[in-house]
């Protein structure tokens, strides 16, 4: 959404101005924005807490790498590992390619405060 924008305030500043215009749809993506780094948070949360209740339970062992997640027999030293891909490197790209202009930007097509709770508040009128 950020390269978009930038795109349109660069390119049609037309449309990019009827686009920051639309509360409604800025609305939109500030919600889903929020569900999206909710969601992100409850992954590592969670992963934590599997790789700590697996290695405590002492029948496997497990432990991350940047891409891999890796669970071996705790009872027998010479057992392979299994790996299982993680998204960790990928999610570090993406955001190595999210500038501080990109952030200014949807900071700017945000609306601030808003959440699912005051959603209908706000609206409540249109």
């Known amino acids: 959404m950020a390269w978009y924008l930038k795109y349109a305030?660069?390119?049609?500043p037309l449309v990019y101005q009827s686009l920051t215009s639309e509360k409604k749809l800025r609305a939109v993506f500030t919600l889903i924005d929020n569900g999206y780094a909710a969601i992100v948070q409850e992954y590592f949360d969670n992963r934590i807490k599997i790789v700590d209740n697996i290695n405590k339970a002492g029948s496997k062992k497990v432990h991350l790498s940047?891409?891999?997640?890796?669970?071996?027999?705790?009872?027998?030293?010479?057992?392979?590992?299994?790996g299982i891909g993680i998204p960790d490197a990928e999610i570090d790209y993406l955001k190595?390619?999210?500038?501080?202009?990109?952030?200014?930007?949807?900071?700017?097509?945000?609306i601030e405060d808003l959440t699912?709770?005051?959603?209908?508040?706000i609206f409540k009128d249109k």
């Open 9 to 12: 305030k660069n390119n049609y």
């Open 66 to 82: 940047d891409k891999y997640l890796f669970i071996s027999s705790n009872k027998n030293q010479n057992a392979r590992s299994i």
């Open 96 to 110: 190595s390619l999210f500038t501080k202009k990109d952030d200014e930007i949807l900071r700017f097509f945000r």
């Open 116 to 121: 699912e709770q005051n959603f209908h508040q």
